[in-house]
């Protein structure tokens, strides 16, 4: 595997010929971010991960500073997966000079469930993700469903801005347990692990009704709130939305998801589950 700190020489080592696949990522790698590797392998000729730690996506006060940076063993894993190419700028090789220039969702995709908790977090994900297309020009981009407004927010930005870019979805990978594989499941506690699970079964409880054929969708979002609330969480939201652009649902309408953010400690997980 090749490792590429500069724009330039990732760009040098892009192969001119077949299918190019571009995996982004934070770093701190667990078997989901491995997943879309082994998923990107199987479809493209060349693939490319990426680690940079995007400080454009935090807000004040959130955990870019002690943000887990395992770059040794990333490096092993990413081999051991069959990655061509790894992209690992520096900040000062990603941003030379303050970014002016960003990509604003509009505030109905991105000011809405995690975009009203995190305000500005999608603007700084769409202009990074942005900056990687421009730099490794893949053919295909894939990202993980854990993060399911992420993906519909640079599926969006892909369509609008006619990117020759197939953006392909990674189902999300669980424990055995069900929690669902974060970086941020590091910061757990012991205690607050053995409770993490809750939450996949919280949202199972809700799928279920669903699909029995129950449509009073706010009752449902608010017994999921006071279940978890009950156990010691403090919830951001529990919402049933619309797959394609995550708008509130009708009645009689199908292709549902439902979305969780919530608190465990000082540990926040996102989580969610299709109908």
Not at 22 to 35: K, S, W, Y
Not at 95 to 119: K, M, V
Not at 171 to 195: C, F, I, P, Q
Not at 211 to 229: H, M, P, Y
Request: hydrophobic content about 45%.
């Amino acid at each position: 595997m090749r490792i590429h700190e500069t724009i330039d020489s990732l760009r040098a080592a892009r192969s001119g010929d077949g299918r190019v696949a571009l995996v982004p990522t934070m770093g701190n790698l667990h078997d989901g971010h491995i997943a879309l590797m082994t998923q990107a392998r199987g479809s493209a000729d060349q693939v490319i991960a990426t680690i940079f730690v995007n400080r454009l996506q935090f807000r004040p006060g959130e955990d870019f500073e002690k943000y887990p940076r395992t770059f040794a063993a990333d490096c092993e894993r990413l081999e051991a997966a069959g990655v061509d190419d790894l992209f690992a700028p520096r900040e000062a090789e990603m941003y030379p000079q303050p970014q002016a220039y960003q990509i604003e969702p509009p505030p109905e995709q991105a000011g809405i469930l995690d975009g009203e908790f995190r305000p500005g977090h999608f603007r700084g994900v769409a202009t990074v993700v942005m900056k990687l297309f421009q730099i490794a020009q893949p053919d295909v981009a894939l990202f993980g469903k854990k993060d399911y407004q992420q993906l519909m927010v640079i599926r969006n930005m892909a369509r609008e801005f006619n990117l020759p870019i197939e953006i392909v979805g990674g189902e999300t990978v669980r424990a055995a347990d069900g929690l669902a594989l974060s970086s941020r499941n590091g910061y757990l506690s012991a205690a607050e692990r053995a409770e993490a699970p809750h939450l996949f079964k919280v949202l199972t409880k809700v799928i279920e009704a669903v699909r029995a054929g129950s449509r009073d969708f706010a009752a449902l979002e608010q017994g999921a709130v006071r279940e978890l609330q009950a156990s010691g969480w403090m919830t951001d939201y529990v919402a049933l939305r619309k797959k394609l652009d995550l708008q509130l649902p009708s009645a009689h309408d199908s292709g549902l998801v439902v979305l969780a953010a919530a608190r465990l400690g000082s540990t926040r997980l996102i989580d969610n589950l299709e109908v």
